[in-house]
């Protein structure tokens, strides 16, 4: 299946360089920002996983106008990623090949897949373990550069904490682990329809997996193995945190494309204390001040740089 992904892939972005007739070559530039060049072909590489998870045929002309969508996007956030790394420089703000290595370790680790799984994963997502860890580099640089630059900005109350706490306090325990089942739609999958014909009983979770599913261990039902509470995302724990075991999530997005959850099992664990999870709170809380102050910090870069958009 990887193979075949990478093969669907590569023609993907030798598509996208057919739709731009006008263009001398996949070298032509498609933007310079304070003097540096990004490709054309660049743009059509970084953008063509997402067209790919969204199910668009670049060649097809009602696809044409999400595509362009999708193409300018992904150069909008190229352009943002060449100003940060421009400012990250200025500031002398460097990222050690170690600390990439370390931390793409750790994520393998939390998917509890083998490393050569995990790859498999990935270029079923149109990525591959290079890209990932540029990504990775580029999200350590950008978090070091908030946190020069906008963190001391950004205020998380001890109110805002509390009241946090109260309305989210089942999903702070300790020891509880849970077991899960996966399964991620192809982009062209009616997702809802199939999840609610699970929920009416007119299909189990094990064959939504074997027929439909294109995350882990399809022909086992989805199932990702007993997973610590405290290691995974808010995100999937508001999922979660209403469903009783052999429940099935609302439809949500894992890596941009469509999925449900199923507990399979779970231990309740022990309630912690609001000292005890503060922290985590105030992390939590304070992620989207961040990212506001991000965009406005960005906004800032841009009015200051001389940039050159010839796509």
Request: hydrophobic share 45%; with cysteine.
């Amino acid at each position: 299946m990887s193979s075949i992904r990478s093969l669907l892939l590569a023609a993907l972005v030798l598509c996208l360089s057919a739709t731009g007739a006008a263009a001398d070559s996949l070298n032509r530039i498609a933007a310079v920002v304070n003097g540096e060049m990004i490709t054309y072909f660049d743009v059509q590489a970084q953008a063509a996983p997402e067209i790919l998870r969204a199910g668009l045929d670049p060649v097809r002309d009602a696809d044409a106008e999400p595509v362009r969508r999708i193409t300018r996007n992904v150069l909008d956030s190229m352009i943002s990623d060449i100003l940060i790394s421009q400012e990250a420089e200025r500031l002398k703000i460097t990222v050690q090949d170690s600390e990439v290595d370390n931390e793409y370790r750790k994520i393998v680790q939390r998917s509890q897949l083998a490393p050569e799984q995990f790859e498999r994963q990935l270029a079923q997502q149109g990525l591959s373990a290079d890209l990932m860890r540029e990504r990775i580099r580029r999200g350590i640089l950008r978090h070091r550069l908030l946190g020069l630059m906008i963190a001391r900005k950004v205020v998380v109350t001890r109110d805002e904490i509390a009241k946090y706490y109260e309305a989210h306090k089942g999903q702070f325990v300790s020891g509880r682990k849970v077991r899960l089942g996966l399964v991620i739609f192809p982009p062209r999958d009616d997702a809802d329809a199939l999840a609610a014909q699970v929920k009416s009983g007119a299909m189990t979770f094990a064959d939504l997996a074997a027929r439909h599913s294109i995350g882990p261990n399809p022909q086992n039902g989805g199932v990702i193995g007993d997973l610590l509470w405290s290691d995974l995302s808010m995100e999937w724990r508001d999922t979660l945190s209403e469903l009783k075991p052999g429940d099935v999530s609302r439809v949500f997005l894992v890596e941009g494309r469509k999925a449900v959850l199923q507990l399979v099992a779970s231990n309740e664990g022990k309630g912690q204390a609001l000292d005890d999870v503060a922290e985590e709170i105030e992390n939590i809380l304070r992620e989207p001040k961040m990212q506001e102050r991000l965009q406005e910090y960005i906004g800032q870069l841009r009015s200051r740089a001389v940039i050159d958009i010839r796509i």
